[in-house]
């Protein structure tokens, strides 16, 4: 239950604004939105149910990837590349140590949910349209 709660949280930060920037006119440069560093955050923590969820034979496991491609068209080309980066961090980093779903690997799982229900809870209410 609460990895859908996860979900529509999701779906709610896909609405973000974009980044505060100077005019494209002006040729001022752009400066990261301030909910970047909890967006990247997610991004990261994405990656890891990513692996995790694949890893436990999760229903859901399929999904992460395909709601990390969402994040990534919503935020736009700007952001993709680093995005990309933390969630591939994310991945990498129990990719390396685990090879199978053992109880620390359920209890990374569950605490990753709850991390990114709050992360994509907070960057909605305080940055969402």
């Keep these: 239950m609460k990895h859908a709660i996860l979900i529509l949280l999701l779906a709610a930060a896909f609405m973000l604004t ?9 040729g001022a440069p752009s400066r990261p939105p301030s909910y970047e560093a909890d967006l990247m955050r997610l991004a990261e923590v994405m990656g890891s149910l990513a692996f995790l969820r694949d890893l ?25 590349e680093r995005l990309a980066g933390a969630y591939n961090r994310g991945y990498a980093a129990f990719a390396l140590t685990y090879r199978r779903c053992t ?27």
């Design 18 to 26: 974009g980044p505060v920037s100077g005019s494209a006119q002006d």
């Design 56 to 80: 436990c034979a999760a229903q859901d496991a399929s999904e992460w990837p395909e709601r990390m491609q969402d994040l990534l068209e919503a935020e736009g080309p700007e952001r993709a």
């Design 103 to 129: 109880p620390a690997a359920e209890i990374a799982i569950a605490r990753f949910l709850e991390e990114g229900d709050a992360l994509a809870g907070m960057i909605a209410t305080r940055y969402g349209n």
